[in-house]
């Protein structure tokens, strides 16, 4: 099956860009979105097509994907985009989607 | 609104059952995939699996197969992921979430989930 895989954790110092990547072979070749939770909250979607971010999400969330590396972009980031991030991706040999393990995002 | 109302928090020895419902609103039921994902306890998302209200067709991922159903009544636009044989390392947050049907779901991506189900495996 197809894995996907991020870093632990994240560091990043209010009003500065953070950038979560998330690997997979032949990543670029597939499309990436990306999901930010919260302490006690589900899961919300923050990017989807790579690049797409659906309505009610902040400019400054942006995505990118080329190669085997799909990043998630937060340019000013505030106390708020202190979260859990994880990426997704389609993995067409178990016919269902696939989740990277997660990024704790610290804004300090 | 857009929205997904999972059932309540279930507390259930091992070996027994666990029967979870999601009910739907705000859009037609049957145009998009509801998926399962498990989360235990400070612990990652984990696909579970995914049932098209359309059709009843369903995909389970290899490791909840067997154990793993999921069910829907169009009628009241309610989705049930019923899992068996639990263990204690089944305790966990299961969500459901919608998606538009088959690999498109890989593009779009999971855009409205549930509050989710807490299930506590203990004896």
């Known amino acids: 099956s197809y894995e996907l895989t991020q870093p632990p954790s994240v560091s990043v110092s209010p009003g500065q860009t953070a950038s979560i990547p998330c690997s997979g072979d032949k990543l670029g070749d597939k499309f990436a979105c990306w999901y930010q939770q919260k302490p006690g909250q589900s899961p919300l979607l923050v990017i989807y097509q790579d690049n797409t971010r659906p309505s009610g999400i902040p400019e400054r969330f942006s995505g990118s994907n080329s190669g085997n590396t799909a990043t998630l972009t937060i340019s000013g980031t505030q106390a708020l985009d202190e979260a859990d991030y994880y990426c997704?991706?389609?993995?067409?040999?178990?016919?269902?989607?696939?989740f990277g393990g997660g990024t704790k995002l610290t804004v300090l | 609104q857009v929205q997904l109302v999972q059932s309540g928090a279930e507390v259930k020895k091992p070996g027994a059952s666990v029967k979870v419902s999601c009910k739907a609103s705000?859009?037609?039921?049957?145009?998009?995939?509801i998926y399962w994902v498990r989360q235990a306890t400070g612990q990652g998302l984990e696909w579970m699996g995914w049932m098209n209200p359309n059709s009843g067709d369903t995909r389970h991922a290899q490791k909840f197969q067997g154990r793993l159903t999921m069910a829907r009544n169009t009628s009241i636009s309610t989705a049930y992921m019923e899992m068996t044989s639990l263990r204690s390392e089944d305790t966990a947050t299961f969500y459901c979430a919608r998606a538009r049907p088959g690999a498109a779901a890989g593009r779009f991506g999971l855009d409205v989930w549930g509050q989710g189900t807490t299930v506590l495996v203990s004896s």
């Open positions: 705000g859009y037609t039921f049957t145009t998009y995939d």
């Open positions: 997704q991706a389609w993995d067409s040999s178990t016919g269902g989607v696939v």
